[in-house]
């Protein structure tokens, strides 16, 4: 018999900030905020160079995704 898809959990704007907020570094801020922004995998943050970033087009290029390949994600503004 098949099982329900359940959907997953969606933070609260609220929820997104004090977790942000909860870290103390530098660092492990930015790789939350751009995990939850440009909807990445740990992997896919753990990847990252500054050279994939593409700020005029606001992309980030993500090399060793999912499967092996490369997309490219969206950028948020106020990242």
Request: glycine share 6%.
């Amino acid at each position: 018999m098949a099982q329900p898809r359940n959907l997953p959990v969606v933070l609260s704007r609220d929820e997104v900030a004090r977790l942000l907020n909860a870290t103390t570094c530098l660092r492990h801020q930015a790789a939350l905020s751009i995990a939850y922004g440009a909807g990445l995998r740990v992997a896919e943050v753990a990847a990252l160079r500054v050279s994939d970033i593409d700020s005029e087009r606001m992309l980030l290029r993500v090399e060793r995704g999912k499967g092996g390949r490369y997309r490219n994600a969206m950028l948020p503004a106020d990242l």
